[in-house]
């Protein structure tokens, strides 16, 4: 049974939280809201939660990098998920808050099928040899995203199997006030997480290119770092969020030392996303694709090509970058 890498789990919350018998606003096909009270997660006390690094949470889908075919691939998150009449019961159950109780999956029959190169994140839990879904009903795992595979169609618009190389957003290491956009060897991403985010991708929170022309990026997953949010108190931090233009972001992750992550997201507090203007989009970029070390031909609408031809630009903002005019 084979099982990949980083230990890929839904990230708790650092709050305590609620489930609330109302359509959620972040999933538009969940009938239940899950929302954080007072209380600090005693599993986030236990810790030292005052070295804890807190993250910009992005609003895209989780990829991973690791060995296929005996080179560095891209990997997209592919969740094995309960199918529709036992994603009902495990709903119902939830919302009847039977806590002393715990559901009892049918490992044979209750779950979707999945590509037979599906890999289950490392970290998922075993019981009889069985992969066991987590508190969310998932049995959390990726797949290896392929050339010419229109699933995933825009994952593969950000790597590049033949030069071996991603396109990744991050901050400058002169200045991580500015953005960098740049093409990086897939061997250096090789056991990290990132986001995509772009145009097609969670309707494009952070305006990035257009249906002419999408924009798809890779976010390696902590590069972010927030500088100034307040004290882990509840209300401190619903005003930070409400308030300060650093945070108009989807929510925080939190870097414990022990490699523990907590996360806070707007919809814990009932605050609204996306934002018209988001923190990330507001931020400029500089471009440093610079493809001429390549022997190689690219496709004439490549990202990669098309960011090497604005190689060195500078521009004034994320959701402004245009190859042309």
Same mark, same amino acid.
């Given at each position: 049974?084979?099982?990949?890498?980083?230990?890929?789990?839904?990230?708790?919350?650092?709050?305590?939280?609620?489930?609330?018998?109302?359509?959620?606003?972040?999933?538009?096909?969940?009938?239940?809201?899950?929302?954080?009270?007072?209380?600090?997660?005693?599993?986030?006390?236990?810790?030292?939660?005052?070295?804890?690094?807190?993250?910009?949470?992005?609003?895209?889908?989780?990829?991973?990098?690791?060995?296929?075919?005996?080179?560095?691939?891209?990997?997209?998150?592919?969740?094995?998920?309960?199918?529709?009449?036992?994603?009902?019961?495990?709903?119902?159950? &939830?919302?009847? @808050?039977?806590?002393?109780?715990?559901?009892?999956? *049918? /490992?044979?029959?209750? +779950?979707?099928?999945?590509? !037979?190169?599906?890999?289950?994140?490392?970290?998922?839990?075993?019981?009889?040899?069985?992969?066991?879904?987590?508190?969310?009903?998932?049995?959390?795992?990726?797949?290896?995203?392929?050339?010419?595979?229109?699933?995933?169609?825009?994952?593969?618009?950000?790597?590049?199997?033949?030069?071996?190389?991603?396109?990744?957003?991050?901050?400058?290491?002169?200045?991580?006030?500015?953005?960098?956009?740049?093409?990086?060897?897939?061997?250096?991403?090789?056991?990290?997480?990132?986001?995509?985010?772009?145009?097609?991708?969670?309707?494009?929170?952070?305006?990035?290119?257009?249906?002419?022309?999408?924009?798809?990026?890779?976010?390696?997953?902590?590069? &972010?770092?927030? @500088?100034?949010?307040?004290?882990?108190?509840?209300? *401190? /931090?619903?005003?930070? +969020?409400?308030?300060?233009? !650093?945070?108009?972001?989807?929510?925080?992750?939190?870097?414990?030392?022990?490699?523990?992550?907590?996360?806070?997201?707007?919809?814990?507090?009932?605050?609204?996303?996306?934002?018209?203007?988001?923190?990330?989009?507001?931020?400029?970029?500089?471009?440093?694709?610079?493809?001429?070390?390549?022997?190689?031909?690219?496709?004439?609408?490549?990202?990669?090509?098309?960011?090497?031809?604005?190689?060195?630009?500078?521009?004034?903002?994320?959701?402004?970058?245009?190859?042309?005019?």
């Amino acid at each position: 049974m084979r099982r990949l890498g980083f230990v890929q789990q839904k990230i708790p919350c650092a709050f305590l939280t609620e489930v609330k018998d109302e359509p959620a606003t972040k999933r538009g096909n969940q009938q239940f809201r899950v929302l954080a009270n007072e209380k600090l997660n005693p599993k986030f006390l236990e810790l030292d939660i005052k070295s804890a690094i807190p993250t910009e949470k992005l609003d895209g889908t989780c990829c991973y990098v690791s060995t296929y075919k005996g080179k560095p691939y891209l990997w997209a998150r592919l969740d094995r998920k309960p199918n529709k009449a036992a994603d009902r019961k495990f709903k119902k159950f &939830l919302l009847s @808050k039977k806590e002393t109780t715990a559901f009892v999956w *049918n /490992l044979q029959e209750d +779950f979707k099928s999945v590509p !037979e190169s599906w890999v289950a994140a490392h970290g998922v839990q075993i019981d009889n040899g069985q992969l066991q879904p987590d508190d969310n009903g998932h049995i959390l795992g990726w797949v290896p995203v392929e050339e010419n595979n229109k699933q995933y169609c825009w994952h593969s618009s950000v790597v590049n199997y033949e030069i071996g190389a991603a396109l990744i957003l991050r901050p400058c290491m002169d200045d991580h006030n500015v953005l960098e956009i740049a093409a990086v060897p897939l061997t250096e991403l090789v056991g990290h997480t990132l986001e995509l985010i772009g145009t097609n991708v969670n309707a494009n929170p952070y305006g990035l290119g257009n249906k002419m022309q999408p924009i798809h990026l890779l976010v390696p997953h902590g590069v &972010l770092q927030i @500088k100034n949010t307040p004290s882990f108190s509840y209300h *401190n /931090l619903v005003q930070w +969020f409400e308030e300060c233009e !650093e945070a108009k972001v989807e929510g925080i992750v939190w870097h414990c030392s022990d490699g523990s992550l907590f996360k806070l997201h707007r919809h814990h507090l009932n605050l609204q996303w996306p934002l018209v203007n988001t923190f990330l989009s507001s931020r400029p970029v500089v471009i440093t694709v610079d493809l001429t070390q390549f022997n190689s031909e690219f496709a004439p609408k490549s990202l990669f090509l098309l960011f090497s031809k604005v190689n060195k630009k500078k521009f004034d903002h994320l959701k402004g970058i245009r190859f042309s005019g």
